[in-house]
């Protein structure tokens, strides 16, 4: 019969198992959960006295500020967390691999199989597993080998696969009313009976018919298959920008004309200078793996076309910032406005952002950069990796993080927008042009600014996907 869950571990207190295990403690209060990670910095960040959590997000501190120190709690203490849990989140970091076999493509599993072997090593009692992360195909059976390896008696170990669908920025609100909560499990008695488990703890707050049970690997296969088709739907409509731009139509329209058919849908549709996040170029780079070490060359040429139209967009961007300023940009001043990889996260994961200042940079350009969540040290992180060979005193002497979009567009030729934060709309346009160098440039890569109000302050405006006279 199913076990009923009172004690829930998560092992890793990143973006994923933080904010899902908080909102689980939340809408629990009968269950006791700790949330573990080896960081003692992340650790001692998630127990704060004033609540300055590691990750930004809408909504999140008001979360843990209910359930923690009553039912949700933060430790290092790894082991422990174990050991008193009958459900543990394996919720660890997996990176794609930078160097050995599948590098560049293929997901690393280190830190999986370490967390794995960990819980085989320290549990006294049975316990349900659940892999979070997201992770290849068959990761689920890896797991159940080693934990069945080194089980010990009177100790059971059932594997169930739970993806996690939230979206950064929006994660407290998806987590409280997610389209689908996905188990998946073997499909003998025991497994059933830990999916059973499972889907009791979500039913707390998630109407039953929006839990699905599937097959293990299915369950695996759709996440990456999810975060593969939304990705696709972004390069599609990408792909479709660059041709409205050398015709003169109007991507806005097109998106909107498109997704009125119900068989489309209207969400996700935007054009942009590219999507970024952790997991959108991961997950597709490990089903193009997937699909290569299965022996099926055409559909890993097919997925990875995603992955280079993405590219593309962004250096088509980046070359259409140079042609449209005379052909250099050298010494010019360019302000970046935005450097997450989305609005409302201060995540800078694969951002578009990185790309284009790389870029920039590489084209002997000044920056002035500005983001209102982003930490400096994290640009200066990004940047120093994007750019190799260079130390960052000398990237310093070419970009600069500024205090407010304002300051950042003084003495500019040109305002190039990365993220979609709200408040660049709700900019001070004129005071804007009035600091900047003429003619003045804004090239809007998020589709948010009104073009024409800008024009007729005097700006030159290029927006993504629309082919109109600057
Ligand atoms: C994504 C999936 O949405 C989520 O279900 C999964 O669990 C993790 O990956 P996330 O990466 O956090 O979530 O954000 P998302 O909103 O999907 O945006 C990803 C990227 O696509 C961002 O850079 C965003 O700006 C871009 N995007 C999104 C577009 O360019 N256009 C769109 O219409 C939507
Ligand atoms: C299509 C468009 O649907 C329609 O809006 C447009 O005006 C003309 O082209 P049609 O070709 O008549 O219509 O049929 P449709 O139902 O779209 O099917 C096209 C093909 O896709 C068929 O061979 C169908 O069997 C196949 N299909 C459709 C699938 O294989 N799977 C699906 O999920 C849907
Ligand atoms: P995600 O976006 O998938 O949540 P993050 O990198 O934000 O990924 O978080 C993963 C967390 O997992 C990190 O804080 C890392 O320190 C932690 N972690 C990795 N391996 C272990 C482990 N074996 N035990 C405990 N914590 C771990």
Not at 37 to 57: C, G, H, M, T
Request: hydrophobic share 40%; net charge neutral; with cysteine.
């Amino acid at each position: 019969a199913p076990v009923k869950v009172t004690k829930i571990c998560c092992i890793g207190a990143g973006y994923v198992g933080g904010p899902t295990c908080a909102v689980i403690a939340l809408k629990c209060p009968h269950i006791t959960v700790t949330i573990v990670d080896l960081n003692q910095a992340r650790v001692d960040a998630w127990n704060s006295p004033d609540f300055k959590l590691p990750i930004y997000e809408p909504g999140l501190d008001d979360v843990v500020r209910q359930a923690r120190g009553r039912n949700l709690f933060f430790s290092t203490d790894v082991d422990k967390g174990i050991k008193e849990a009958d459900l543990i989140f394996v919720s660890v970091n997996t990176p794609t691999k930078k160097s050995g076999v599948g590098a560049g493509f293929a997901a690393d599993l280190n830190y999986v199989e370490l967390a794995t072997r960990r819980i085989a090593h320290v549990s006294e009692s049975s316990k349900i597993v659940v892999e979070k992360s997201t992770v290849p195909c068959r990761t689920a059976e890896s797991m159940r080998t080693i934990l069945e390896a080194n089980s010990k008696p009177n100790c059971r170990f059932d594997i169930l696969s739970n993806p996690e669908f939230l979206a950064e920025g929006t994660a407290i609100s998806d987590l409280f009313g997610p389209d689908r909560v996905l188990i998946g499990s073997l499909q003998t008695p025991e497994g059933k009976d830990a999916c059973a488990s499972l889907a009791g703890v979500y039913s707390n707050w998630v109407p039953t018919n929006r839990i699905l049970s599937v097959g293990l690997w299915s369950s695996e296969l759709s996440k990456l298959a999810a975060n593969a088709m939304l990705a696709q739907r972004i390069s599609s409509v990408n792909a479709l920008s660059a041709i409205c731009e050398a015709t003169g139509a109007n991507i806005d329209e097109v998106a909107h004309a498109v997704g009125y058919d119900s068989r489309v849908g209207n969400k996700f549709l935007r054009a942009s200078v590219g999507f970024g996040g952790s997991c959108f170029q991961k997950d597709i780079l490990n089903l193009v793996y997937l699909s290569e070490s299965l022996h099926l060359p055409e559909v890993a040429a097919y997925w990875r076309q995603v992955v280079e139209m993405n590219e593309y967009q962004k250096k088509r961007f980046s070359k259409n910032v140079v042609d449209t300023l005379f052909n250099t940009i050298t010494g010019k001043r360019i302000a970046v406005l935005g450097f997450a990889f989305k609005a409302d996260t201060g995540d800078t994961r694969e951002s578009a952002a990185i790309t284009l200042i790389k870029d920039f940079q590489a084209e002997r350009a000044l920056v002035n950069i500005y983001d209102p969540q982003v930490e400096h040290n994290q640009i200066w992180a990004d940047l120093t990796e994007a750019i190799p060979n260079t130390p960052l005193e000398n990237i310093k002497k070419q970009v600069t993080i500024s205090a407010s979009a304002l300051e950042a567009c003084k003495g500019a030729e040109a305002v190039v927008i990365a993220t979609e934060w709200k408040e660049f709309r709700d900019i001070d346009w004129a005071l804007v042009y009035e600091g900047m160098n003429k003619p003045a440039f804004v090239f809007d890569g998020r589709l948010i600014i009104d073009a024409e109000k800008l024009r007729k302050i005097g700006f030159k405006v290029k927006t993504i996907g629309r082919g109109e006279r600057v």
